[in-house]
């Protein structure tokens, strides 16, 4: 049964840094992988797709990567704002094609 | 364009009592679904629908029931409620075997 795990469940930091968040899977079969932002009293946003086939994605100051032999994939965040400040979710599409879910990582950028 | 909204954002129950919870969006699309979020837990899918007048069992359907007799609603509705069903619910609509999905801002339900 896949499971997906991201660690730490919660991160500080100043802002202005980089920082990586990291989600891992436990079976490689998968359609691809997506990463979410949280935000409190709202919905989920989809930030980032990677398809299986794929490396690692890129938008703004954003950036996604994936090894999918080593089931890990990371979302790196480049010079970090108070408004980067949210929970980042991420989901693989497992070879059932359901949505298999980490519990998510609290990322809080200090001003 | 009001995207997925979800009625109530807020509710209490005694435990036994019922409710539905209703889920509306105006994107004209064919799935809809329905998740709970606990503390510590990733997202679970509950049951959905890939279009007007069918649904499907997700993950952990067991003491919920969904309609979809339209396309742009689908209501999850608790007959009976328990405690263990205190959690935080989220509908979500995409396009046909689309991986994006558009979600609502959630339901908060505590189970007394």
């Known amino acids: 049964k896949q499971e997906v795990t991201q660690i730490p469940a919660a991160l500080s930091v100043p802002e202005g840094e980089n920082l990586v968040l990291n989600c891992s899977f436990t079976d490689s079969a998968i359609y691809n992988l997506q990463w979410f932002r949280q935000d409190p009293g709202k919905g989920l946003t989809s930030l980032l797709l990677i398809q299986s086939s794929q490396r690692e994605q890129t938008s703004g100051r954003l950036n996604a990567s994936l090894d999918k032999s080593s089931g890990r994939s990371t979302l790196y965040i480049a010079a970090s704002q108070p408004g980067d400040s949210a929970t980042y979710l991420c989901a693989v599409r497992d070879s059932n094609y359901q949505l298999i879910w980490g519990a998510g990582t609290k990322l809080i950028i200090k001003p | 364009n009001a995207g997925v909204t979800q009625t109530p954002k807020f509710r209490v129950l005694k435990t036994g009592q019922s409710m539905t919870l209703l889920c509306a969006q105006d994107m004209n699309h064919e799935y809809m679904y329905w998740y709970r979020q606990d503390p510590g837990m990733g997202l679970r899918l509950i049951h959905y629908s890939v279009g007007e007048g069918t649904t499907a069992k997700g993950e952990v359907p067991d003491g919920y029931n969904v309609s979809r007799l339209k396309k742009q609603n689908f209501l999850l509705g608790l007959e009976s409620a328990a405690p263990s069903q205190t959690s935080v619910y989220f509908c979500?609509?995409?396009?046909?075997?689309?991986?994006?999905?558009?979600f609502g801002p959630g339901t908060r339900l505590t189970v007394l």
């Open positions: 979500a609509s995409s396009y046909a075997g689309s991986n994006e999905q558009f």
